[in-house]
Structures are given as structure tokens and as C-alpha cells.
């Protein structure tokens, strides 16, 4: 029971230097059976040891239960952590390297639903090769693909520990909650059409987590556009994005340039790896979003 002792905060570290421990243990030769996002049950006569990801959040969460070294191919972009980077590229957005993944041996290929084509799964599959489809609505999704990913790798002691780590992050952040008055909170992930994500996304979740509202959560679709116009009237309290800029400075400055009162608003910057990658780093994320409300909340004091 010594996990404790360690303070929620602190879990990651840990948890992570004791997956590294457990990556390196015997894998078991038993089967799997696991039913993905689509409600298919994946079998596999035993764990996966040549793994391929089609998105760079699965290349991390297989990372993140420690089953680095069962990667065989990955997602274009696929970054995270560095030691990604070095592995074979099989596919990107519209792009998929049946043939090679093939030549990888690949026993399982993980997908994203909503981010692999469905032509594309069908493709592989007709190939073959079996396809997880992960998918995650909510934060408690992402604590639900560690588990799955864990166990179809054969690392479920490593993802045990990892999972354990971010439930006690979520529940930190969850149980602190604000008070205070809710922030009006306008979130952009492009800036050419200018869009947004409704309540119904994982980026909205977060909001919530801090106390804020969303103030186009109820706009259809999932990413609507919106006009300066529809802006204006939503009063938001805040500008949080980052998909549209590499930097901070280049973020801000692009709100700067708009016509008041929008360019008077505050405007913070959010990595787009923290904020849009479904993986256990987006807590990191929540953080920073928290304390930018909590900001917001301090000047009206």
C-alpha cells in the first residue's frame, strides 16, 4: 500500500519508472479477448508482440503501459516519446501501408475510431491482420485504453500501475474542483475557418473539470465553425487554443490582431499534444487549463 503515501500529483513519475521495470518481464502466452469501440471482440491466440499503431495517441499509450518494445510501425507524427520516433512509418491520415505492415509481422494494428477511415480497417482486416479500434468520448475512456492496450501487449502488471497512476491524477483534479463562478471559456483548435469542439468533446470534459463553460458546447457538430459575428455574441472570459500556432507569442498575437473587444480578451496558449492527444499527458493539460480559469477568476476580486 506504499502508493499512498505518494501524493496523486506525483503518481506519473512513478508509475512510470515502475512500468519501465515491468516492460521488461516474460510476456504470457495465454489468449486475449477484448471487445474494442465498434463492440467487435478482438482474439488473439496470445499477446501481441508486433504491434501497429494508426494514430500518434495510441503510439503513446502503448508507450505508456509499457509495451514499447512490441512496436513495430507507427502513425506518421508519432512523437512522443522520442524513442517513436525511430520506428518504421506506415501510415498517416489517408495514407495506409498494408503491404508493409505485413512485412512487420504485425499480429494487432491498433486503430482510432473516429480517426481511421473505416474503408481503412476493412482494408487491413480483409489482409488479414487484427484491428482494435480504441476510441475515447471522456477522460475515464483514456484510463479504459491503457487497460485494453495492457492486456492485448501482455503487460497488464506495467498497465496496471500506469492506470492506477492517472485514475489518482483524475481524481485530484476532479476533487478540486472550483467554487468559484463559472468562466466563460472559448476554445479554438483552428483559426482558418475558426473552429471549436461542443460539449460532446474530451476538450469540453476538461473545461468542466475547471469550472468553466463552453460556450458553443451545444453546437452541432462535434467541431463546428464559428464566425466572428457568433464569437462576439457568446461573451466568452477567455481564449484558450494552440492547434493554429507553434508558440505562445504567435498564438496571442494573431487574437491581438482582431477587432476589439475580442482582441482585448485574455488568450492562452495550450499544446495541442496535452490538449487533443487522447493519452495520459492530457492531464497535464487540465492543469494548465485550471490554472488559466483560476486567473480569470482572480481578477474579478
Not at 26 to 37: K, L, M, N, W
Request: aromatic content about 6%; hydrophobic content about 50%; proline content about 7%.
Amino acid at each position: 500500500m506504499m502508493f499512498l503515501l505518494i501524493p496523486a500529483f506525483r503518481w506519473m513519475a512513478v508509475a512510470m519508472a515502475l512500468v519501465a521495470v515491468f516492460a521488461g518481464t516474460t510476456v504470457s502466452a495465454q489468449p486475449v479477448e477484448i471487445s474494442d469501440a465498434r463492440g467487435i471482440t478482438v482474439r488473439l491466440q496470445q499477446p501481441a508482440r508486433h504491434i501497429i499503431t494508426l494514430a500518434p495517441n495510441l503510439t503513446e499509450l502503448v508507450y505508456s503501459v509499457g509495451a514499447g518494445e512490441r512496436l513495430a510501425g507507427v502513425a506518421r507524427y508519432s512523437d512522443y516519446p522520442p524513442e517513436a520516433r525511430s520506428l518504421p512509418v506506415v501510415s498517416d491520415a489517408v495514407q495506409f501501408d498494408v503491404e508493409r505492415m505485413l512485412a512487420l509481422r504485425a499480429d494487432l494494428v491498433l486503430a482510432w475510431q473516429g480517426g481511421t477511415p473505416p474503408e481503412a480497417i476493412a482494408r487491413i482486416e480483409r489482409a488479414g491482420l487484427k484491428v482494435f479500434v480504441a476510441g475515447a468520448a471522456g477522460l475515464d475512456d483514456i484510463a479504459r485504453n491503457m487497460t485494453a492496450i495492457a492486456q492485448l501487449a501482455g503487460t497488464a502488471a506495467a498497465g496496471s500501475i500506469a492506470r492506477a497512476a492517472f485514475d489518482a491524477d483524475l481524481r485530484l483534479l476532479r476533487g478540486r474542483r472550483s467554487a468559484g463562478a463559472p468562466v466563460r471559456v472559448f476554445y479554438e483548435i483552428w483559426g482558418r475557418p475558426l473552429m471549436t469542439v461542443n460539449n460532446a468533446h474530451l476538450i469540453s470534459e476538461i473545461i468542466g473539470l475547471c469550472g468553466g463553460i463552453n460556450v458553443f458546447g451545444d453546437q452541432r457538430p462535434l467541431t463546428p465553425e464559428i464566425s466572428l459575428e457568433a464569437l462576439l455574441a457568446a461573451r466568452p472570459d477567455i481564449v484558450l487554443g494552440g492547434g493554429s500556432a507553434d508558440t505562445p507569442a504567435a498564438f496571442a498575437a494573431r487574437w491581438a490582431a482582431l477587432p476589439p473587444p475580442l482582441s482585448a480578451l485574455p488568450v492562452r496558449y495550450l499544446s495541442p499534444d496535452l490538449m487533443q492527444r487522447p493519452t495520459p499527458r492530457i492531464l497535464e493539460g487540465a492543469r494548465q487549463v485550471c490554472a488559466y480559469l483560476d486567473g480569470v477568476r482572480s481578477l474579478r476580486h
